[in-house]
Every structure is written in C-alpha cells, then in structure tokens.
C-alpha cells in the first residue's frame, strides 16, 4: 500500500499498553489498511488487569475476560496475530525489560511501520494521558535508537535468539485527533465502532461509544481534515537520511 511518495507500507505492528488501546488509537486506520492488504500485528504490553471497579472482580479473571475481547475486536479489523506480554496494567515503567521485550517483538515481525502512544502527559484540557500509554511510546522511541536497531543493544536477541537488528520505515505516533497527519476511516468507522463494541468489560453502553464515536471522530478530528471521519497521528520518518 502505497501511504504517500516517500512510504510503501506493506506490514505493521501496533504496539498499545491495553486491551482496547489499539482500537481507540487506531482501529479505523488498522481496518483500512488491512483493506488494502497490509498485513497488522499486535503487541500488548499489560494484562489490562487494573480495568474494572466491580467490587467482585479479580484481576486474574479481569485479565482472561480482556484476552477473549481484544481477540474479538482484532477479528473485526482484520489484525493477524496478538502478542499478549503480560506486564502489569497500572504499574508499566519503561524499563529495561520492557524495553527488551518490545524490542525482541520488533525484531520478529520486522513491519514497515509501527503505531503506538504518544508520550504527551496533557493530551488536551480534557484528557490526561494514561502513564502506561506513555511508557509504552516512550519505549517504542527508545527502539528506534538504539534498542531495536542496535546490534550491541541486548546484544543477546542476536546472538542467542536469532533476532537481527531492525529499524522499521516510521513510527505512528497516535494524537487522538490533534493532528497533523489525518487519515480517512470514512470506510471503516463502522469497523471501529463494531471493535470497541466487543470490549465489553470496558463499557456501559454500546450505544454511547458508537454515539462518542461518531461525534468524536468526525465533528473534533475531522473538520481539520478533507474527510468524513478521521484518526490522526505524529509520524517519525525513519527511512529519510
């Protein structure tokens, strides 16, 4: 697929901290883009156990329960694989196991292109960003230079699991609708809808989250954008020396 002059995309990784994550960051680009035949991963870093005030919940359940929703709404997208890391929701610190394990999974799937967090605290006067989505943009940074890209960063990805150093082409850095990159989900807004839907433990009401949808990625985002219903992202440029 063909994103602009300077970027072919045939494959990408989505690198979210929550169940749920990838599919308010991204999900109607995701779709899009399957549509036009990229292939879409996901690594998750945390369980998503820290989700819930039900007073009878365990996070052991909480955590089994957010697997079985977060396949579901990856169906619906047309993600391919989900890698579940397992870290603990609420307690993410971009540390240096983290950073390795995100830089191993890089190394693996090796995509065009990688989604994440942005790393901004105040996203706008409405909304605090999560410290787990900035730790998890703040890794994926850090892979980029050096942790993926360096061969004697975790020199023992290469040497003993085979995992040669990558620099993916860019890094899409979600700015839930502040620009400046805008892409069309015209087509696949329905999709994204359909998605958070299936994240049922996260939600009162359907009807609300298509309703926040709806007003959300069309009325705030997109009227800066030639489209009908938009997702917006930073892009850091890798492939331009």
Do not use: C
Not at 118 to 129: I, K, P
Request: net charge negative; proline share 5%.
């Amino acid at each position: 697929m063909k994103f602009d002059d300077g970027l072919e995309i045939n494959s990408a990784l989505s690198i979210m901290a929550h169940p749920d994550d990838n599919e308010w960051n991204s999900g109607g680009t995701i779709a899009s883009w399957v549509k036009q035949g990229v292939e879409v991963n996901l690594v998750l870093a945390t369980n998503g156990a820290s989700g819930s005030s039900d007073p009878d919940m365990t996070r052991e359940r909480l955590e089994e329960i957010r697997k079985v929703e977060q396949r579901e709404a990856l169906d619906v997208l047309g993600v391919k694989e989900l890698v579940w890391l397992g870290f603990e929701d609420g307690y993410l610190y971009p540390d240096l196991d983290l950073r390795k394990a995100i830089a191993r999974e890089i190394r693996k799937f090796r995509p065009d292109v990688i989604i994440t967090h942005s790393t901004e605290r105040m996203m706008a006067d409405f909304y605090a960003n999560h410290p787990d989505h900035i730790a998890v943009g703040e890794v994926v940074l850090r892979s980029i230079n050096p942790d993926a890209s360096s061969g004697l960063m975790f020199p023992e990805l290469w040497k003993e699991e085979g995992l040669e150093p990558y620099l993916p082409k860019a890094v899409f850095i979600g700015t839930f609708g502040f620009g400046p990159v805008f892409t069309d989900i015209s087509d696949t807004v329905d999709l994204k809808i359909e998605a958070l839907k299936h994240h049922r433990s996260q939600i009162a009401s359907p009807e609300e989250v298509e309703e926040f949808v709806r007003e959300r990625f069309k009325a705030e985002i997109a009227k800066d954008a030639p489209y009908e219903y938009s997702e917006s992202f930073h892009i850091l440029r890798t492939n331009i020396v």
